[in-house]
């Protein structure tokens, strides 16, 4: 079952969350996941996190990672084809593309395919400018008061 919402109204009355709302609209529009290859996502500190594929079959020339604006997308597709006589073929080594949205500020920090696992390694790196800060709080001289007006009580408003 597929539910689509509509969020007009909330673009209305809310500013700088249009990047929230088209995130989940683009989730809602994507095809249903498929099970291949099988991967898992582990998070690995406060802003790390590792992605491990199993991408039995495949070599490092026939893989490809491509890290897009918020978006991650790791595809394989094999070289050439076999035209071995299986008796029984249970190794999927068929194209893939698998898509992972990324939220602001994650940057891939390493790749590794060994024994038939992709590993990738991904790291949420926020500026400086965005990081928390302590303000000092100074001590003895009163900051300068506004310039403030007042009514004069002999002057009467006509």
Known sequence: ??????????????????????????????DPPGNWPPYDIVKTDDDEYRITMAVAGFSRDELTITHEPNLLVVSGQKAG??????????????TFQRRFELADHVKIVAANLENGLLTVDLKRELPEAMKPRRIDIATGTALPKADRRQIDSEKRAA
């Open 81 to 94: 084809q076999d035209n071995g006589r299986y008796l029984h073929h249970g190794i999927a080594e068929r």
């Open 1 to 30: 079952m597929r539910t689509v919402f509509d969020f007009s109204p909330l673009y209305r009355s809310s500013i700088g969350f249009d990047r929230i709302f088209g995130a989940i609209e683009a989730a809602s529009r994507l």
